[in-house]
């Protein structure tokens, strides 16, 4: 019956086109309306995450490590709860990857501790033997990038209505003027840098009068992977 069609490489093609282009369709096209809305709780990332993310992505983590996991029992068991499209809905590029080298990342927040971190990136092979994850050293002096950081979460909240100081929203995070946000930048940080145990980082901190390094940055990033970024 279709023998014509298969003797025409020209409309076979097209009819190749078109039947295939269904099953892609209806995958993608749920998509567009319901990924462009947050889950419930959902805040955004505070400028010392946004400039950790940017270290992640300045590293390339995410050629090795995936932000999505999928609804099988064996990664929900190792991962956590599987992810939800309205989870992404403030990430700007997605950091999904496409690879596996290690695990998946879009829970960690809720795994692992920041002296964890502050450790597994320094030298991977002294919490996990035998890890091949190359080791972050040069994160621990280079400093963040606030002045970028500041500036997506400034576009975010213009261009993209990402809640950013918005009154009697309790999803909202405030941003201010650059000094003040730069002062939170700074709070924030003291935090972190605390809860890493690490006496080269807190160092770097007092001495620079609150000079927040990358590592710093990148993990108050990775703790805000999970439950962190759900405000209940
Ligand atoms: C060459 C591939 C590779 C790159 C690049 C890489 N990792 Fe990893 N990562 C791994 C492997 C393999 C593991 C598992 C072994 C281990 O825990 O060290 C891992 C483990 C981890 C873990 C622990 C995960 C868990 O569930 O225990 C974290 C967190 C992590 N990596 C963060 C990062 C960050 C952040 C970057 C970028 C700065 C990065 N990785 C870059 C390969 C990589």
């Not at 080269?200 to 901190?205: G, I, L, P, S, V």
């Not at 009068?209 to 970024?229: C, D, F, H, M, P």
Request: glycine letters at 6%; charged letters at 25%; hydrophobic letters at 35%.
């Amino acid at each position: 019956m279709f023998s014509w069609l298969e003797k025409n490489p020209f409309f076979f093609t097209i009819a190749f086109v078109v039947t295939f282009s269904i099953a892609g369709l209806v995958q993608i096209i749920p998509d567009f309306r319901k990924s462009s809305q947050p889950i419930e709780g959902l805040r955004p990332l505070t400028v010392l995450e946004t400039a950790g993310r940017d270290v992640y992505m300045k590293e390339g983590c995410y050629n090795c490590h995936s932000q999505l996991i999928r609804e099988f029992k064996s990664e929900v068991m190792r991962y956590g709860m599987y992810s939800l499209s309205g989870e992404y809905a403030y990430d700007r590029p997605f950091l999904w990857g496409s690879k596996r080298t290690g695990p998946d990342l879009h829970r960690i927040g809720d795994r692992s501790s920041s002296d964890w971190h502050a450790n597994h990136m320094y030298d991977p092979n002294s919490v996990v033997p035998r890890s091949i994850m190359p080791a972050y050293k040069h994160l621990y002096t280079k400093e963040a990038d606030f002045d970028t950081a500041y500036a997506e979460a400034l576009t975010q909240k213009k261009v993209f209505n990402v809640p950013y100081d918005v009154d009697g929203l309790k999803t909202s995070i405030k941003l201010g003027s650059f000094n003040e946000a730069k002062a939170q930048f700074t709070e924030d940080a003291r935090i972190v840098v605390e809860e890493m145990k690490n006496e080269q980082t807190a160092q770097e901190f007092n001495d620079g009068q609150g000079k927040v390094t990358e590592i710093v940055a990148l993990i108050a990033y990775l703790n805000s992977l999970g439950s962190n970024r759900i405000v209940k």
